[in-house]
Nanobody
């Protein structure tokens, strides 16, 4: 499975961005797609996940109500709509494929995309 994340950029605080994660190769119906992020000097942290069917979505408490994850299986693409962005959410955002688990860790991701930079200015 190959994943490519894109859509990052520079946005002002309170603004919105939509990230996309395009999957190719041997995709598996058993894989959920995760978004993680890593801010400078900090550990990579879970943001959101969506099951293969799209019927199950989970978010970290810090983004719940502001971020929305969705997927278009016909296009093999998962989206992360990010609204009301905060400066502290400046980070490299990564998508990953792995089994759907309740408490995702970095080790949950079996395949990773290269990451896309999101910078939120104050």
């Amino acid at each position: 499975v190959q994943l490519q994340a894109y859509g990052g950029g520079l946005v002002q605080a309170g603004g919105s961005l939509r990230l996309a994660c395009a999957a190719s190769g041997r995709t598996s119906r058993s894989y959920a797609i995760y978004w993680f992020r890593q801010a400078p000097g900090k550990e990579r942290e879970f943001v959101a996940v969506i099951s293969w069917s799209g019927g199950n979505t989970y978010y970290s408490d810090s983004v719940k109500g502001r971020f929305t994850i969705s997927r278009d299986n016909a296009q093999n693409t998962v989206y992360l709509q990010m609204n009301s962005l905060k400066p502290e959410e400046t980070a490299v955002y990564y998508c990953a494929a792995g089994p759907l688990v309740l408490r995702p860790q970095v080790s949950t991701g079996r395949y990773w995309g290269q990451g896309t930079q999101v910078t939120v200015s104050s």
